[in-house]
């Protein structure tokens, strides 16, 4: 399969526990998102990177919060001291984009998501 | 901030053409307006991109009129497995941050 994989798809944590969510993106995309959904809302957006430079940062992306795409391929979402409003769907998505250019400028490849649960 | 509006729900009967048409503002100006199909527990799916005027695909239409504030979705001959939740997607005009409207779920009955 060599669409985009994220791990894992569901997680459930206690309240105050750290977890880590990983994407891996289509292996020539350039461009990687991140989106948070909750039940009945369009997906939020977090941040998005191209290659390995994170080029926006949603103010929802909070100190808890930290992505990561250290060598412009596979990208790490960690969530610290975890809350319970923290609970949903992490999105990842990739796309080939222009140095530059628009961010919307092509079609995002979505993952299915890593669900998450905190009690 | 971008802001998009769009209607909460529609039905619809197999057969017959779905518009849904998205309202966005302070959108970036060179920009692309884009629309994805969801289904429950699945992330989000391309459909059509566009920037002016229409655009057509093999499962889609989409019509931007000039002044770009409006985008409308156009579904032919719709069946029960277009029955999915509807997201018009823009970028915003000072940050150039991707954002999603709130999404139409369409129901299509038999």
């Known amino acids: 399969d060599t669409g985009v994989s994220q791990d894992p798809r569901h997680k459930i944590t206690k309240r105050g526990q750290n977890v880590t969510f990983r994407c891996d993106p289509i292996s020539e995309h350039n461009r990687l998102y991140w989106y948070r959904q909750t039940l009945g809302q369009g997906p939020e957006f977090l941040t998005y990177f191209q290659n390995e430079a994170q080029l926006e940062k949603s103010r929802l992306l909070s100190d808890r919060f930290s992505a990561e795409r250290p060598k412009g391929s596979f990208s790490t979402l960690e969530i610290q001291r975890t809350e319970q409003g923290d609970s949903a769907m992490y999105l990842c998505?990739?796309?080939?984009?222009?140095?530059?250019?628009?961010?919307?400028?092509?079609?995002?490849?979505f993952g299915e998501g890593s669900r998450l649960t905190v009690l | 901030l971008a802001k998009t509006t769009q209607p909460i729900s529609m039905d619809s009967y197999e057969g017959q053409e779905v518009n849904i048409t998205c309202s966005h503002n302070?959108?970036?100006?060179?920009?692309?307006i884009t629309w994805y199909q969801q289904f429950p527990s699945q992330g989000p799916r391309f459909i059509i991109q566009g920037y002016k005027t229409k655009v057509t695909n093999e499962v889609a239409s989409l019509f931007i009129p000039a002044d770009r504030k409006s985008s409308t979705l156009s579904l032919p001959r719709v069946s029960l497995s277009d029955t999915a939740v509807y997201y018009c997607?823009?970028?915003?005009?000072?940050?150039?941050?991707?954002?999603f409207g709130q999404g139409t779920t369409l129901q299509v009955k038999p």
């Open positions: 997607l823009v970028g915003d005009r000072n940050t150039g941050k991707l954002i």
């Open positions: 302070n959108i970036a100006t060179n920009d692309y």
């Open positions: 998505a990739s796309s080939v984009g222009l140095a530059g250019g628009p961010p919307n400028t092509g079609e995002l490849f």
